[in-house]
T-cell receptor, first 116, second 112 residues
Framework: DTGVSQDPRHKITKRGQNVTFRCDPISEHNRLYWYRQTLGQGPEFLTYFQNEAQLEKSRLLSDRFSAERPKGSFSTLEIQRTEQGDSAMYLC??????????????FGPGTRLTVL | GQSLEQPSEVTAVEGAIVQINCTYQTSGFYGLSWYQQHDGGAPTFLSYNALDGLEETGRFSSFLSRSDSYGYLLLQELQMKDSASYFCAVRDRGTGGFKTIFGAGTRLFVKA
């Protein structure tokens, strides 16, 4: 399977705990995005990497959220001191940007987080 | 800020044509994309418009008018499998790079 993969697929945690999710993009894709999606809503942009550089981060994102892409390949999203409002599907997407305006994003299956 | 508006629900019959509209407000518009998402699945890319006009890909077409901040997705020869949520998404240039802002989605119900 050469698509975007995410791990774990499901995570249940207690409020106040830290969680970390991993995303493996399509190989050779230089852009990687993290989104959060709740039921009945569209994906909400969290952050985006071009290679290993984090170029954009949503102002909606609190300091409890951090993302890394240390070698420009896989990425991790960490949520510290989880709150019940963090319960959502966390989606990762990747794309290959060759210089034009087009940006076709390929999404992974997501990690569903439930905070009790 | 950025915002997108699209209808919450559309119902159509099999074999018909349906149009899903999207209006947007953004400061650094770069292009408009459309994604399909089935229940329990991940969004999948359908089309992208950076310039005014119509883009056709099989049964799906997408239109953009930058001057009107408006676009639409046209689905022809509807099939039952087209029942899904459809999202318009604006590619917006932020301070450091690009971000993609999604609408809330339009749920399409295709009836026999």
């Amino acid at each position: 399977d050469t698509g975007v993969s995410q791990d774990p697929r499901h995570k249940i945690t207690k409020r106040g705990q830290n969680v970390t999710f991993r995303c493996d993009p399509i190989s050779e894709h230089n852009r990687l995005y993290w989104y959060r999606q709740t039921l009945g809503q569209g994906p909400e942009f969290l952050t985006y990497f071009q290679n290993e550089a984090q170029l954009e981060k949503s102002r909606l994102l609190s300091d409890r959220f951090s993302a890394e892409r240390p070698k420009g390949s896989f990425s991790t999203l960490e949520i510290q001191r989880t709150e019940q409002g963090d319960s959502a599907m966390y989606l990762c997407a990747s794309s290959f940007q060759a210089g034009g305006p087009r940006d076709t994003q390929y999404f992974g299956p997501g990690t569903r987080l439930t905070v009790l | 800020g950025q915002s997108l508006e699209q209808p919450s629900e559309v119902t159509a019959v099999e074999g018909a044509i349906v149009q899903i509209n999207c209006t947007y407000q953004t400061s650094g518009f770069y292009g408009l994309s459309w994604y399909q998402q089935h229940d329990g699945g991940a969004p999948t890319f359908l089309s992208y418009n950076a310039l005014d006009g119509l883009e056709e890909t099989g049964r799906f077409s997408s239109f953009l008018s930058r001057s009107d901040s408006y676009g639409y997705l046209l689905l022809q020869e509807l099939q039952m499998k087209d029942s899904a949520s459809y999202f318009c998404a604006v590619r917006d240039r932020g301070t450091g790079g690009f971000k993609t802002i999604f609408g809330a989605g339009t749920r399409l119900f295709v009836k026999a």
